[in-house]
């Protein structure tokens, strides 16, 4: 990201959607064949914070990509109405326009918005016109175990109700039994009941056991037709981490070599600091490229990461501003 100017960086809002991940056939060889360096992946990792892969005066930059590229969510029981529409309201505007005007993005927005079934026909009133989707949690989240049809229908449901994404949770039976035939046919029953909107599973990594259970369940959701993969509910143990996620990138970079298919990635779950979204976006850009930056093929699912970005970008552009000024000033 050395090189990257603010105009390229933040000039470089949504583009071109991906065509759909038309999935294959299941390639039991593949997955059973996939191994993980569990230490390497983990001391990879570890060297991913450390790195001062942005520099300061493009960080600004980057906060308002990431911005761009944050699945704003609330997914708490209490939710209601009124949460929804300021949820809504944030996402239309996520920042002060008055941080922004420098900057010339008029139209900048959260990537999406995430609710619970119940909640889609509210966001989708609340952001009619703006062209900003509204994804829903379906299939029983987060545990996932009400029964099947139930689960199929309540997307079917979520689809009718408006939503455009659809975030499914898998059983995490199947990955821990080895059952990935069960595994590939729950995956596209689900593909398939998703109709047009774009599916993003979750696959709950930090109830998988093993970095190899996860990248196996990566590549049979993405064989089974998964337009995203993603590593969590927000609601286990453990949620994102680097390790994982350089796991699941890795398997997208496999499937893509394999297929031509792009398939994009979810980090959710804990992803709070604007530190942290950089890490992530520094990561993508290492492991995939520029193209894996943009929203048809990246989210943060981030229920609190916008305010620290907020505060971060104040800093950032406020600082930048008050030191032109005494520079002006002599
Ligand atoms: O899918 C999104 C996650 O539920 C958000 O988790 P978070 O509240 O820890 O940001």
């Known amino acids: 990201m050395e090189t990257t100017t603010i105009e390229a960086a933040t000039h470089q809002l949504p583009q071109a ?4 991940n038309p999935g294959m056939d299941l390639d039991l060889d ?3 064949a996939v191994q993980v360096n569990t230490s390497a992946v983990e001391r990879r990792a570890a060297t991913l914070p450390g790195r001062r892969s942005v520099k300061k005066d493009y960080q600004a930059a980057w906060l308002c990509r990431a911005i761009s590229l944050i699945d704003l969510t609330t997914l708490s029981g209490d939710d209601t109405e009124g949460r929804v529409k300021r949820l809504c309201a944030k996402a239309k505007q996520p920042v002060n326009p008055a941080l922004l005007a420098d900057l010339d993005l008029p139209d900048l927005t959260t990537g999406a918005i995430c609710v619970y079934h119940d909640m889609i026909e509210t966001a989708v009133q609340a952001l009619e016109g703006t062209g900003i989707p509204v994804a829903a ?3 029983g989240f987060p545990a996932g175990l009400s029964p099947f049809h139930l689960r199929v229908e309540e997307i079917r449901q979520s689809v009718a109700a ?3 994404e659809i975030d499914i949770v898998i059983t995490r039976r199947h990955v821990l039994q080895g059952n990935w035939q069960a595994l590939y046919d729950e995956m596209k029953a689900f593909r398939e009941a998703c109709g047009d909107a774009h599916v993003k599973a979750i696959l709950a990594t930090g109830e998988l056991g093993t970095l190899r259970n996860v990248a196996r369940a990566s590549l049979v959701c993405m064989m089974a037709g998964a337009d995203f993969i993603k590593t969590s509910t927000g609601k286990e ?3 994102a981490t680097l390790p994982v996620s ?14 031509g298919y792009r398939v994009g990635y979810k980090p959710a779950g804990g992803i709070s600091k604007a530190k942290d979204a950089l890490v992530y976006l520094a990561l993508m850009k290492d492991e995939l490229g520029d193209r894996w930056l943009q929203p048809d093929l990246f989210r943060f699912g981030a229920s609190s990461l916008l ?11 406020t600082g930048r501003y008050s030191a032109g000024y005494r520079h002006a000033m002599g």
Do not use: F, K
Request: glycine share 4%.
């Open 237 to 239: 143990s453990v949620n």
């Open 162 to 164: 408006g939503a455009s």
């Open 307 to 317: 305010g620290d970005i907020e505060r971060q970008l104040e800093h950032h552009l």
């Open 30 to 32: 593949w997955v059973r």
């Open 137 to 139: 949690v379906s299939t």
């Open 246 to 259: 350089l796991t699941m990138i890795r398997a997208i970079r496999d499937y893509y070599d394999r297929t």
């Open 17 to 20: 959607i991906e065509p759909r």
